[in-house]
Nanobody, 115 residues
Framework: QVQLVESGGGLVQPGGSLRLSCAASGRIVSINFMGWFRQAPGNERELVAELTTDGNTNYVGSVKGRFTISRDSITNTMFLQMNNLKPEDTAVYYC?????????WGQGTQVTVSS
């Protein structure tokens, strides 16, 4: 059973930074998707950042140049470095991994950007 445990959310002022972590446990077989989603109240869940299997990254336009997705394959941890945070980044952030056997979600971590 694959489990994803997130950490790193919190309250930050506009312009601040946070680093989200997503630690994976269990046996993952042939990853075909890794990414971070977010969902703000009243909004649909949206894909924020993707790390492709060949090492490329894709970002939604609103976070390009501010967010960076990365992975430590030794510790099976995925990260989302978020810089220059804005109030509109406020949401619950979820990590997501898909492999040959299923789709896995983290429990979600709240990010609040407010002065």
């Amino acid at each position: 059973q694959v489990q994803l445990v997130e950490s790193g959310g919190g309250l930050v002022q506009p312009g601040g930074s946070l680093r989200l972590s997503c630690a994976a446990s269990g046996r993952i077989v042939s990853i075909n998707f890794m990414g971070w989603f977010r969902q703000a109240p009243g909004n649909e869940r949206e894909l924020v950042a993707e790390l492709t299997t060949d090492g490329n990254t894709n970002y939604v336009g609103s976070v390009k140049g501010r967010f960076t997705i990365s992975r430590d394959s030794i510790t099976n941890t995925m990260f989302l470095q978020m810089n220059n945070l804005k109030p509109e980044d406020t949401a619950v952030y979820y990590c997501n991994i898909r492999d040959l056997r299923g789709i896995y979600w983290g429990q979600g971590t709240q990010v609040t950007v407010s002065s």
